[in-house]
């Protein structure tokens, strides 16, 4: 369960951290890191602060977009501070986040996600994910630094991971019941996009209303054969609509 965890790194600015967060990762048992556009990679540093982790900076993937780290991930988690702006599904508890993460684990990978030292995840970035989550801390400095805040939600799975009922073997899920990635799922929601306002519901791109819809899509959780059903849905609304 704990290989299909991934943590996602976004444009981190210390080499530093990136070492300290393979530190953190490898304790609890994580192997999969993958970085988006870090500035300074590889680098001395960061194997330095690995300290003993120097096999997850080594074997570290490093890609161009966050879209592109999550893109085959069935849930992604975006640690962030709680943006109210966006009506995304948010755990409240970080051990319900590791909990979940943990069950969809078994079957496909799943992604936490953190941003930059400085200002954390973007908007679009937090728009990737399927859930928030926050780390409970003190309101008066509630500051963690980015390796901390890896190690308090690494933590979190392991122990998830460690409490898992031990209750024998549990057949995979068949591939159509399976949650979609991030990719199926971006591709549904450009063609629910296309749909919208091609039929008039919508008169040209409106961020609010697709976000909106975004996060119904987030909280119901459609299987793979759900999703292909909404597909075809959409296609058939498709085929009757006038040419433009």
Not at 101 to 127: H, S, Y
Request: net charge negative.
């Amino acid at each position: 369960m704990l290989s299909n965890i991934r943590i996602v790194l976004v444009q981190t600015y210390h080499p530093g951290n990136i070492g300290a967060s393979a530190r953190a990762m490898k304790t609890m048992g994580l192997t999969d890191l993958v970085l988006v556009n870090p500035r300074r990679f590889p680098d001395p540093e960061a194997s330095r602060l690995a300290a003993g982790a120097e096999d997850l900076v080594d074997d570290a993937r490093v890609v161009g977009s966050l879209q592109e780290a999550v893109a085959d991930c069935v849930q992604v988690v975006g640690a962030s501070a709680r943006l109210r702006s966006l009506p995304l599904p948010h755990f409240d508890e970080p051990a319900d986040m590791a909990r979940e993460l943990v069950e969809q684990g078994a079957d496909d990978p799943v992604a936490l996600v953190f941003g930059r030292e400085r200002f954390g995840l973007t908007n679009d970035e937090i728009r990737c994910c399927s859930h928030q989550v926050s780390i409970p801390a003190n309101p008066d400095y509630g500051i963690l630094n980015l390796a901390q805040a890896v190690q308090v939600l690494a933590h979190e799975l392991f122990t998830a991971w460690r409490r898992r009922p031990d209750s024998g073997y549990r057949p995979a899920l068949p591939a159509t019941e399976r949650q979609p990635t991030r990719e199926q799922l971006d591709h549904f929601h450009d063609h629910l996009s296309r749909v919208m306002q091609h039929s008039g519901f919508i008169t040209q791109p409106h961020a609010r209303t697709e976000a909106h819809l975004q996060a119904l899509f987030a909280r119901a959780r459609p299987s793979r054969r759900e999703l292909s059903l909404l597909r075809g849905l959409l296609g058939s609304l498709e085929r009757h609509l006038p040419d433009e």
